[in-house]
């Protein structure tokens, strides 16, 4: 016998596939084809030990049940996991670690500018990493970008 023609072996296929898609292609947009994908596993595991008979019918029928068993059980975890996001004052990217040279004088008071890549970004003092939120810094200082947000470079002194 063919692979194929094994029914439990043949769920186990769909459930991949189904995963594949939902991951690959869908992104983790929808939920429906993880929960279908778990259900046709664990259909396929209680044909394998022999507690549901190998026919389509009742593999229906246990798919259909499993879906929505692991609908209700899985639905608020997998939501609240596709909904973490990070902050966004602090996005990952590959502005962060540029060293430039200030263009004019910075200070918590009196923020500058840095054109980089065609945007004129807003240059302010990064005093979150060493506390030092009266510093001031010298045009010509070279500095490093720690982080950013949207049009704003935190920047501190390169020692």
Known sequence: MSAF???PVL????????????????????LFLVFVACACF????????????????????SVGIQTAVFGILL??????????????DD???DINGIEFRLS???????????NYSGISWVVELDGELDGEQNQELT???????????????FVKPVK
């Open 104 to 114: 004019s004088n910075l200070s918590p008071a009196t923020p500058s500018q840095h």
């Open 139 to 153: 045009q010509g200082t070279l500095v490093k970008v720690s982080r950013s947000s949207v049009g704003k470079l």
């Open 91 to 93: 996005q990952p990217n």
């Open 5 to 7: 023609t094994e029914l």
């Open 42 to 61: 664990g259909t396929a595991i209680l044909q394998l030990v022999g507690l549901l008979p190998e026919n389509l019918l009742w593999s229906t029928i």
């Open 75 to 88: 639905w608020k975890p997998l939501r609240k996991l596709q909904n973490i996001q990070q902050a966004e």
């Open 11 to 30: 769920l186990t296929i769909i459930g991949i596939v189904l995963l594949i898609v939902e991951f690959a292609v869908l992104g983790f947009s929808t």
